[in-house]
Nanobody
Framework: VQLQASGGGLVQPGGSLRLSCAAS????????IAWFRQVPGKEREGLSC????????PYAASVSGRFTISADKAKNTVYLQMNNLKPEDTAVYSC???????????????????WGQGTQVTVSS
């Protein structure tokens, strides 16, 4: 199983980026795919997950309304569209695959079995 995150970069505040998580060795219909981010010295934060075949897509309160998760099953890829980016969104973003992911009181709770390497997102003017 491999998960490869890409699409990071430098963007100005208020800008947008779309991250991709290309999965191999797993079928998106059978796994929960989630996006995370981590800042040095802080715990990894769950952002959102796509729970095929369940259509629900929970989001962390910190990104709800600005980030959108989606999947292209033909490409076995999950995307994270990030709009209205803020300096506090600066982090290394990564994806994971597991069998549980949900949101409760604005936080993402998950059980991931596989992790991919991250991609750096820097929001700065």
């Amino acid at each position: 199983v491999q998960l490869q995150a890409s699409g990071g970069g430098l963007v100005q505040p208020g800008g947008s980026l779309r991250l991709s998580c290309a999965a191999s060795g797993i079928n998106l219909d059978n796994w929960k795919i989630a996006w995370f981010r981590q800042v040095p010295g802080k715990e990894r934060e769950g952002l959102s997950c796509i729970n095929s075949p369940d259509p629900t897509t929970p989001y962390a309160a910190s990104v709800s309304g600005r980030f959108t998760i989606s999947a292209d099953k033909a490409k076995n890829t999950v995307y994270l569209q990030m709009n209205n980016l803020k300096p506090e969104d600066t982090a290394v973003y990564s994806c994971g695959a597991g069998d549980y992911c949900s949101a409760y009181r604005g936080l993402i709770y998950h059980k991931m079995n596989y992790w991919g390497q991250g991609t750096q997102v820097t929001v700065s003017s």
